[in-house]
């Protein structure tokens, strides 16, 4: 992702000795003249606006503000001694920079209620017009909404996991368990095919750079392809919710995580496929199975071939059916012959042995 600077903003600090809110570049508490410590962090304003001044750009780009090792006051990124007590501040600490603020708040925002005595005020207030009060740090706006898969959606997979296992557990009794009756075969028949095939236009769908060389090309679409950092030729640029971060100086950097979305062609094309025409069939109820022989031109192949075998068995129960493609177990079974049939709980033959 490439991150994209939009403008810099005012932020602000509460003074922790008198509880008064102060622009963030003003570096003493207007209300009681205290220096903002090291550990008193800047904060969103409730209405931003980007600064327009080339100087107040400048400050803020210039790098975080350094706390001076011996009276602590804040001081520019660029001065040599301490504004408040003269030292040096080779030996000054840097304020911490670049962490998220919150979602960048331009343009008009709502009047707040003074926490003291509910007055609505300005969203650019930084005290109560009516009794003094600070105004409260504004909740600060979540610049990611990050979503995490919650608890319930595992709680509800593993009781469907367990139903479905239970499920699949009842199904293989049903269909495996079996018990022996002994029949008679009644009747027979079978039945074979075979398809016949012929070269036709099969259409897909591909990358333009994918189609096979000898596909007749068809429509072509542009489809998002993949994002990337850099823009190239169909590249269209989609940018995120813009945010502040901390410059440490008294200003955020409103910045917008940024990725190029590339776009390709997306074509469908067609090649020649050996097809199913259509299917010739011949069936009969002896136990000397033949194959249809169908009649073909030049441009047709005979394609998939698949046979059936069904035989009727009597019991002294119900009459069942047994269907297989085993043309050597089909062949035994002369009418009037005596089986064991392996039925299931379903009623349906799995299996059936010649019987003793
Ligand atoms: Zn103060
Ligand atoms: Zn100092
Ligand atoms: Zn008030």
Known sequence: MTQKTIGYVRLQWTCPACGSRNPGPQKTCANCGAAQP???????AAQEELVQSEDEVRRAQVGPDFHCAYC????PADAQVCTQCGADLSEATARVSGQVVGAFRPGPQPDRVCPSCGT??????LKCARCGSAMAAPVPSSAVEAGAPGRGAGVFLLV????????VA???????????VLGTVQSVSWM???TVET???ATYQTWREEVPYDAELGRCTLRLHHTQESPAPNSREVCGTPYVQDT???YGQVVQDCVYEVYAEWCEYAVMEWQPVRVETLDGNDLAPRWPEPQIDGSERLGNRSEQYEIIFATDGPVYTYRTRSLDLFSRCTIGSRWILRVNQLGDVTAIDPSP
Request: glycine fraction near 14%.
């Open 38 to 44: 090291a550990h008193v962090e800047f904060e969103q």
């Open 72 to 75: 602590g006051a804040r001081n």
């Open 120 to 125: 609505l005020n300005p969203a650019t207030a």
């Open 160 to 167: 469907g996991g367990i139903t479905l296992v239970g499920i």
């Open 170 to 180: 009842a199904l293989l009794f049903l269909i495996t368990k079996t018990s022996d």
């Open 192 to 194: 074979r095919s075979i």
């Open 199 to 201: 070269l036709l236009p």
């Open 248 to 250: 440490g100086s008294g």
